[in-house]
């Protein structure tokens, strides 16, 4: 994951863009006029949907989207520019079709229950000179992106020429283009790096109705022929994802809740591109795009992920490795105020943690003991040796901190150069400061900062110092 958190790569998304719109309300009576819901609408929201979601993925992720794609000449169209903007994605690639409806799909929901939607769009192929403007867009981006994305949600934007004319020019510069794909016939998407439907689609595409590992097989290796894929790829839901390339492998996936699946299509194909952008292998992609959809469909409505909540979805399936938990000053304030806003209790200690003994191991338990997330201050190797003199710490501060980050009970380690942490705990403002026993009747540096202090007593005999004084006595520990 560390390779993933300073990366920014171009990805560009071409496809059916629209918006979702929603009208929330409540339901006590039913209309004299006609048998049906009288519904009091209470709350309106819109967020962008079909390749827009893709979108709202990738920015979440980090990446740098460039769009093209067509709308009409409406208030829908005007609103859903607004809306890219607002995410920093610029609207160059966007052609205006006079006469074309842009996609808006209305949801009506009662007590949390749909209960109607009504659609407003074009479902007809654009035109020719929508189709020529969106090739020569696409183009002029291909050379200055990392990745391509076909987003097909059958509205008419992804032709069959504009899918050929848009993986005919991303091979010849050795780009991949990654498709979501819809319909029956998948022949228009022949010669992409790879397609993904889920098992109902690919079911429907293939003619094999997909059971078992063999009918699976079978139904990747057609897929792959017939479209001529350099890799092909059915996503199963909660059973994760089944590639085939030279031969099968299954990535599964663990979902601790499942509220929603809207949109996790969309965050399949964003974070494998994503992750294949940044020169992963496909085999290392598919686990990451099922770790970022197990966290989507755990979200109401189509949802994004961050890659701090798939790290730690990784974290909770002890599927991370240390460094993954080792934060900076600003990475820790931004996961701290998630945190918070998710309403979870950050818990903040520190210390050397020179050399790791039982007292340690269960201090940061009991600490871990009083919330949901446990992040740990700890000095470096010069403000140890302000702390403690100049023979100290024994393990310099990248070894101290990786091993705490490998214990259950902490989440996140951050390193700090003062002789106190004031500032760190001032920036994290944790809900909970838990500090040693020994504090007791003193003034505990940062407390101000914190909804509640807790002091833990400390187990008898056992500190970093009488480790090393009995190391130097030679005498057992």
């Not at 974290?315 to 806003?341: G, M, P, Y």
């Not at 003199?389 to 501060?397: A, L, T, W, Y």
């Amino acid at each position: 994951m560390s390779l993933f958190q300073d990366a920014h790569p171009r990805i560009l998304v071409i496809g059916d863009l629209m918006i979702d719109h929603y009208l929330w309300g409540g339901c006590e009576r039913i209309s004299p006029e006609a048998p049906v819901q009288v519904v009091d609408i209470y709350r309106e929201t819109t967020l962008l949907g079909g390749a827009g979601n893709v979108i709202n993925n990738l920015v979440a992720l980090g990446a740098q989207v460039s769009i093209a794609g067509v709308i009409g000449d409406d208030d829908n169209g005007e609103e859903l520019q607004e809306m890219l903007l607002s995410l920093g994605v610029s609207c160059e690639g966007l052609m205006t079709q006079e006469g074309r409806k842009t996609s808006k799909k209305s949801r009506i929901i009662a007590s949390n229950q749909q209960i109607l939607r009504y659609d407003r769009e074009s479902k007809d192929p654009i035109s020719s000179e929508s189709v020529d403007a969106v090739i020569a867009y696409s183009q002029t981006q291909i050379e200055l992106c990392d990745i391509v994305i076909l987003s097909d949600y059958g509205k008419g934007v992804i032709t069959e020429t504009v899918a050929q004319g848009v993986i005919r020019a991303a091979k010849k510069v050795g780009k991949k283009v990654l498709v979501d794909p819809k319909g029956e016939d998948y022949s228009k998407y022949r010669g992409a790096y790879l397609l993904t439907p889920n098992k109902k689609e690919a079911s429907e595409a293939t003619g094999i109705v997909i059971c078992d590992d063999p009918s699976l097989r079978q139904a990747l290796l057609f897929l792959k022929e017939t479209c001529d894929l350099e890799c092909s790829m059915i996503t199963l839901s909660e059973d994760g994802i089944a590639i085939y390339d030279d031969a099968m492998r299954r990535f599964p996936t663990v979902a601790k809740e499942v509220y929603d699946v809207t949109g996790a299509g969309d965050t399949v194909i964003a974070s494998l591109s994503f992750a294949l952008s940044l020169g992963l292998s496909i085999d290392e992609a598919a686990p990451f795009a099922n770790h970022a959809a197990a966290v989507v469909v755990g979200k109401i409505g189509s949802a994004t992920v961050t890659l701090d909540e798939i790290s730690a979805y990784e974290s909770s399936l002890h599927q991370s490795t240390s460094d993954v938990h080792i934060k900076s000053h600003d990475e820790i304030t931004t996961i701290a105020n998630r945190l918070k806003k998710e309403g979870k209790t950050v818990v903040f200690t520190n210390g050397c943690f020179d050399i790791l003994h039982v007292g340690h191991v269960k201090y940061l338990q009991e600490a871990k003991s009083y919330g949901d997330v446990l992040i740990v201050g700890l000095n470096t190797d010069d403000s140890v040796r302000v702390l403690k003199g100049p023979s100290r710490p024994i393990n310099p501060e990248v070894d101290r901190a990786y091993i705490l980050a490998a214990l259950e009970a902490v989440d996140y380690v951050v390193l700090f150069s003062d002789e106190t942490p004031y500032e760190l705990i001032k920036n994290i403002a944790p809900n909970i400061l838990v500090k040693g026993g020994d504090y007791e009747g003193k003034t505990v540096v940062g407390a101000e900062f914190a909804q509640e202090l807790r002091l833990v007593t400390f187990v008898n005999g056992k500190s970093t110092t009488a480790t090393i004084e009995k190391i130097n006595k030679g005498t057992p520990c």
